[in-house]
């Protein structure tokens, strides 16, 4: 990858022979996450070229770390261990310190997302390289901002496939001040001026006014008890006002990315066979809330009998004038876009897209 800047902005621009992923480079450009670049795309006979818009941003490698940036770090990592979400292959991703970028303006790193087809058709946070991770979080700047305990935890949340228990510390690294600022202020120095000059005052009159000594004395004590008590409240009510905006955000569906946004519900969704099914295509419309992909005529809506598909192999439910599959199977031979689907998660699917129930594929058609 090098580095081009010109008249049009600045670009990371690297080469690619292989086939690009049209789903992927929708949803990079779309800004579905504030942390990928935006990539352009330009084909020729011999090769296909990807260049990264990294206009007005700093290569991390040329900054210093502050607690502000900490927060920008656990929110890009929080897209990363999101991607699967998305089916990004995040086996794909750039961990390299050249080519990760901060954005000063709004307090946020960007990274690299290749919209190529990869290697493996898995898109488990466990696909990333565990040697490039550990090497890229304990360069220099992500050294400061993260504790050493925070960068094993990390790396063993994400190479352990763990995308939970690594949400959860992703969001209390974004609530916690760095190291260098671990003892948070909970009283200011205009406080402590006060309380120390009621301390002052009860040494001098100690000799002369044994009372006022005592109650200068309780009352120092007491404005240091209050403001103690009052500032630890008022940081804690914004820590718990931060995880209240992470909650929310993690609600987002795909593409509804404004609060406002608003679809057309549709009206059915038909799932169309590409390989034929006990003779003849299958051509199915789904109208109900939830319907079931499967071998058992029992147990499916829609029945394959075949060895590949398992008794209930897919769930496809409607919600909010949109539809979401769900791998069900016992083999997790289930693939959207020819990328392997996370047993017991929704993803939402889009007319157009390809889904694979075993050894079977369905072009989706959804009719408005």
Request: charged share 25%; glycine share 4%; net charge negative.
């Amino acid at each position: 990858m090098e580095i081009r800047k010109g008249p049009f902005g600045q670009f990371a621009v690297e080469t690619t022979s292989k086939k690009i992923y049209k789903y992927a480079a929708e949803i990079i450009n779309r800004s579905v996450s504030t942390s990928f670049l935006p990539v352009y795309i330009n084909r020729s006979s011999e090769y296909t070229e990807l260049a990264y818009d990294f206009s007005g941003m700093t290569q991390i490698r040329c900054i210093s770390g502050t607690h502000e940036m900490r927060k920008a770090a656990a929110d890009l990592f929080l897209s990363i261990i999101r991607c699967p979400d998305l089916l990004l292959p995040t086996s794909l991703i750039h961990f390299d310190e050249d080519y990760i970028f901060y954005d000063k303006e709004n307090n946020s790193f960007h990274i690299c997302v290749p919209p190529i087809l990869p290697d493996s058709n898995d898109s488990a946070i466990s696909t990333i390289d565990g040697k490039q991770l550990e090497s890229f979080l304990n360069n220099s700047l992500f050294a400061q901002l993260l504790s050493r305990d925070e960068i094993d935890e990390l790396c063993s949340c994400i190479l352990t496939n763990n995308d939970d228990k690594a949400e959860a510390l992703l969001i209390r690294i974004k609530n916690t001040p760095m190291e260098v600022k671990a003892e948070e202020k909970f009283i200011d120095s205009k406080q402590l001026s006060i309380t120390c000059c009621l301390g002052i005052l009860a040494l001098i009159a100690s000799p002369t006014s044994p009372l006022v000594a005592i109650l200068s004395s309780i009352g120092g004590l007491g404005l240091l008890g209050y403001y103690l008590l009052k500032n630890k409240t008022n940081y804690l009510t914004q820590s718990d006002k931060i995880k209240l905006d992470n909650i929310k955000e993690r609600k987002e569906v795909l593409f509804n990315t404004e609060e406002n946004y608003q679809v057309d519900s549709p009206g059915y969704l038909v799932l169309k066979s590409k390989q034929k099914v006990a003779g003849d295509y299958l051509n199915k419309a789904i109208y109900t809330d939830m319907t079931t992909i499967g071998s058992d005529c029992f147990l499916s809506d829609i029945c394959i009998d075949s060895k590949s598909v398992s008794s209930i192999h897919m769930q496809i439910t409607v919600k909010g004038g949109s539809y979401y599959a769900t791998d069900k199977s016992s083999n997790n031979e289930s693939y959207i876009e020819n990328i392997r689907m996370i047993p017991y998660k929704e993803y939402e699917i889009k007319n157009g897209q390809v889904l694979r129930c075993g050894d079977f594929d369905f072009d989706i058609c959804i009719e408005y």
